[in-house]
């Protein structure tokens, strides 16, 4: 027998008597005991969040909390979570809710601590300013776009917004009321959420959608279809090698790329055949206009990425807080009284339409009715997942080693007592005067920072 053909013997025997082994249930019990004491010695002596104060599973999993984010209870959770261990929990192997104002607001203030890696998956293909875990490509593109959001960008579109935006909602309320003989019923959500698309329409597809004046808007499926395959896209990856699966999601998506293609088309031939207003500052032309890293022009698909990117930021973060703003006046009908003797005292004429730097000089109770409602029902509820960076970070009492997440909880910074007295309450007056100026720089509806909202003008 050749030494080699003996190493082979040699070597089946061994792989025998190891899988006879295996099929021991001695075997099992010592390999996951071993396991288990790997496990213990490690969350006890080595594990770097150790020190976080948090329940027993959130050194293990993160499991119990995910369960929460799909029914619906993941706020009060981790509210309750909060009051019991302080303004720092462990929630998972790798990460920790973060609760104060202050400790929020200096992780979002700089680059340093960029976004999670849950990020990476991008709503389109391309990568756009919103999912971008890179520094200077996010830079760029708010450079790019920022003008469309500056002062003198929204004031030349304003205008337009108007007449999309009061004038179409006030004539369909109008025109209803008047088909009603003095009577119409309307579900303000899905009238905001459609004003709101039209509004962006304009700015970012260069035409309004018309989705108010519709029945079922096709738009706002469109949006909704985008958003819940690329959520399945990402949540199980097969989904987008097998043609039938979600075939009717994934149709919507091919649509709305089809469709925001030929209106970044419709506005390069608008400007070839120079019908194109040069004075219009919005967001496509911003876009149009850029060059990515390297000098060249943005592709199509990174336009098309840009520009959807801004109707699912804008439109239902939007509308949601518009609902709630209507809910709030329903349910403290003192403050709507007295949001509408404002409005009265100052624009005495009620048939005129009423312009931005006007209400904003004009109304500081409206404005305050406003921010009271975004504190308490952000509409981007829950955390904004950032990394520690890889020297960690010293936040309240607690030092974050590199490599965690920081989920950085916005209903928590809006409940944190040591900003807000009464937090529960609904009070919009804390906003009033120079004091109410300093305390609405601690909301963070908004994000706040370097990757602070866009779009939040
Ligand atoms: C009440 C309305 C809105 C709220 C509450 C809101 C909230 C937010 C928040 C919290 C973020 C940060 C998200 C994160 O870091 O994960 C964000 C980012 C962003 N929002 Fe808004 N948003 C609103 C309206 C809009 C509108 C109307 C637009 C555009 C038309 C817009 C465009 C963006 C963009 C482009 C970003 C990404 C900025 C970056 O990462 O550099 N948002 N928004």
Known sequence: ?????????????????????????????????????????????????????????????????????????????????????????????????????????????????PKAEIYDKALLDAEEIFSTRDEQFNRLRRRQVGPAFSTTGLDSVEDIVLDVGSRAFKKKIETGIEKGNGSYTINYFDNFQSLTADIIGELAFGKSFGALESEKPSIIRLVNSTIIISVLDTLIPPVKYIPF?????????????????????????????????????????????????????????????????????????????????????????????????????????????????????????????????????????????RDSSSDGIQLSDHYIPPSTELLLFIEGAHNDESVWTSPKKYIPERFMGESGKELAKNLVVFASGVRICAGRK
């Not at 050749?2 to 099992?28: D, G, H, M, P």
């Not at 004491?37 to 499991?63: A, M």
């Not at 931005?356 to 109770?365: D, I, S, V």
């Open 1 to 113: 027998m050749s030494s080699q053909k003996l190493l082979e013997v040699v070597e089946s025997l061994r792989l025998n008597s190891l899988l006879e082994i295996a099929k021991t249930s001695r075997f099992w019990i010592n390999l996951i005991s071993a396991y288990g004491t790997y496990k213990i010695i490690y969350y006890l002596f080595f594990d770097p969040l150790r020190h976080i104060p948090g329940l027993w599973w959130s050194r293990f999993t993160e499991f119990p909390l995910l369960i929460r984010r799909f029914n619906g209870t993941q706020e009060q959770y981790t509210l309750q979570l909060h009051k019991r261990f302080g303004s720092v929990v462990r929630v998972g192997p790798h990460s920790v809710s973060v609760k104060k104002v202050v400790d929020i607001r200096r992780v979002l203030s700089s680059y340093k601590y």
């Open 245 to 385: 699966l979600f075939s009717k999601y994934k149709s919507d998506k091919q649509k709305m790329v089809d469709f925001t293609s030929s209106c970044i088309d419709a506005r390069r031939e608008a400007i070839e055949k120079n019908e194109f207003d040069k004075g219009r500052i919005d967001i496509l032309q911003m876009y149009l206009n850029a060059h990515d890293l390297d000098g060249s022009p943005i592709t199509k698909d990174e336009l098309i990425a840009e520009i959807v990117l801004m109707l699912v930021a804008g439109t239902d973060t939007t509308s949601v807080t518009m609902t709630w703003l209507l809910h709030f006046y329903l349910m403290y009908p003192e403050v709507y009284k007295k949001v509408v003797a404002e409005i009265d005292e100052a624009f005495p004429d009620r048939s005129a339409i009423i312009r931005y730097k006007e209400a904003r000089q004009n109304l500081p109770y409206f404005h305050a009715t406003v921010y009271e409602c975004m504190r308490m029902k952000p509409a981007v509820g829950g955390y904004l997942p």
